[in-house]
Structure formats: structure tokens, C-alpha cells
């Protein structure tokens, strides 16, 4: 049984209180290497926007293409496609019905139906639904990425196309037990996490055993800035994001934006 992660309470909490949230992701800089913590800090909202851009630029939009947003969270990918072409039909597919309701509740269309709950690995879709899938940052999540990739490529039409970005760890080199502990960290904070350590060999075999040519972009660089917003509370104490800042800083952690073509 796939299970919603437990750090969205905390998303869910801030929504509660007032904040206004469109993306949960690392985002994207263009030019990281001149951005220092205060304009990280001032500057995220801005680059998970920038993100969710690039992907949906790689999906290659016509106005006809129906589009399904798989782990759509608050839903902020899928209204950046609605602004740039109002007349595709997108949506949202969340295993969390808390945040879908969040996004109808963004929705200028009130009772609309462009939001759907279910498990990214058994879509609650006929084959050939849909002409574009979109996955921001929510794959390292699913029970296994061999099973997304095979329920996309059914509900895909023939010449369909996946466009995701996804984390990718590779094993720190560290003795065993200091890999454990990152392990149990990282499941602690983000489970589920079921293929850690999987590597992009794994991903581009999975891809490739279903059907799916893939080309990745590695933008790891463009995330660096990212970091210096994670990895600490408001109260300065560390929260699971400093996992992810130290599998960063050992380049152990990849960010890549991947396109999957119908072969
Ligand atoms: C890091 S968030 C990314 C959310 C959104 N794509 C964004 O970029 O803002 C991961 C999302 O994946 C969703 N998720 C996790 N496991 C899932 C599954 N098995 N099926 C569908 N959605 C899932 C979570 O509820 C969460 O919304």
C-alpha cells in the first residue's frame, strides 16, 4: 500500500496557517554560482517557478494535448501550464487527498475535476489518455519506478512523452553503518524512499525495459543555492533536509530533469 510522506503535514500545516504554497521542490538557478544564502532565501519562490518552466517547456505542449500531472502537490506545475497555454487540458493526480483539496481550493474553477486521487503506479486511467505526463521531484516516492514507467507508458498515446525531474542518490562512501544511518535518516524524514541508492543505470534500465527512450539532463548545479534554505528549522535545529545538504555536498545526490520518448 503506497503511503503518503510525512513531512507534507508540515506543508499542510503552514497552508493551514495562511501560507500560500505553489511547489514543493528543489527548484532551479541558472546562474547558482552567484547566489549566496540571503538571495537563496529571497529567491526560492522564483526558481521553483523557473523549474516547474523547464519541464514544461521539455513537454513540448500543443493546445489539443491532454496532460496528466502525476504527484502534482499543491498543483502549482500544473497551473504554470495553464498560464502558458489556458487551452490544454491538464490534470493533477496526488496520492494525498489533503493536498488536492489545497489545490481546488487555488482553483479559479470551482468543483473542478482536474483533480484526481491515486497511486502513480496503478493510474486510475484507460490506456491512451493522455498525449504528456509531467512528475516534478515525486518518483524517488513511488513503490517502484519500473511500475510508473509501465502505467505511463500504457496510459500514454503513441507517440506520448514523460517529462520529470527526479533525486538521485548514489551510495555515500562511507562504512557500511554510516550508510545505514543515512538510510534510516533519509526514510525517517522523506520515506518512502524504497530505491535509495538506485543510481541512473537502474532508471535508464527501467525506462528502457518498458518501452521508453530517455535522455537526462543533469542539473545538480542548478540547485546548489536551494541547499543554503534547507536543512535547518526556524529554530536552527536540524531537520531531515540536512541529509539531503550532506548526500549534496558529498555528490551523492543528483537532480535530473529526464525525458522519456514512446520508442
Ligand atoms: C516533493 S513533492 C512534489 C510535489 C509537486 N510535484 C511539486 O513539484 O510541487 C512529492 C509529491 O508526490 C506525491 N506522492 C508521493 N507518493 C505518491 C504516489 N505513490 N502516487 C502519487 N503521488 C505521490 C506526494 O503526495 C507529493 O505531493
Not at 493551514?16 to 527548484?27: C, K, M, P, Q, T
Not at 499543491?74 to 491538464?90: E, H, N, Q, Y
Not at 524517488?140 to 502505467?151: C, D, N, P, Q, T
Request: charged letters at 25%.
Amino acid at each position: 500500500m503506497a503511503r503518503i510522506p510525512a513531512y507534507l503535514d508540515a506543508f499542510l500545516a503552514a497552508v493551514a496557517e495562511g501560507a500560500a504554497i505553489d511547489h514543493v521542490h528543489l527548484g532551479h538557478w541558472d546562474e547558482p554560482e552567484a547566489i549566496g544564502p540571503v538571495r537563496a532565501r529571497a529567491g526560492f519562490a522564483g526558481a521553483q517557478e523557473r523549474l516547474s518552466a523547464a519541464l514544461v517547456a521539455w513537454l513540448d505542449l500543443a493546445p489539443e494535448h491532454r496532460v496528466l500531472d502525476v504527484g502534482c502537490g499543491f498543483g502549482g506545475t500544473l497551473r504554470a501550464i495553464r498560464r502558458s497555454d489556458p487551452k490544454v487540458a491538464v490534470i493533477g493526480l496526488n496520492l494525498d487527498p489533503r493536498q488536492l483539496a489545497v489545490g481546488l481550493r487555488y482553483d479559479d474553477r470551482p468543483r473542478n475535476a482536474a483533480w484526481v486521487a491515486g497511486d502513480a503506479c496503478r493510474l486510475p486511467f484507460a490506456g491512451a489518455a493522455f498525449d504528456r505526463l509531467l512528475c516534478v521531484e515525486a518518483a524517488f516516492h513511488f513503490a517502484s519506478r519500473r511500475a510508473f514507467f509501465g502505467e505511463a507508458q500504457r496510459v500514454l498515446t503513441r507517440k506520448g512523452v514523460l517529462v520529470m525531474s527526479d533525486i538521485v542518490l548514489t551510495r555515500p562512501p562511507l562504512p557500511p553503518e554510516r550508510v545505514a544511518l543515512f538510510a534510516d535518516g533519509l526514510e525517517d524524514a522523506f520515506g518512502p524512499w524504497p530505491a535509495k541508492w538506485a543510481g541512473i543505470d537502474a532508471i535508464r534500465r527501467d525506462a528502457e525495459a518498458v518501452g521508453f527512450s530517455l535522455r537526462v539532463t543533469d542539473a545538480t548545479a542548478n540547485t546548489e543555492p536551494s541547499f543554503y534554505t534547507i536543512g535547518l528549522d526556524r529554530g536552527g535545529r536540524p531537520t531531515g533536509g540536512a541529509l539531503l545538504r550532506e548526500l549534496h555536498r558529498l555528490g551523492c545526490l543528483h537532480y535530473l530533469h529526464l525525458r522519456l520518448d514512446k520508442r
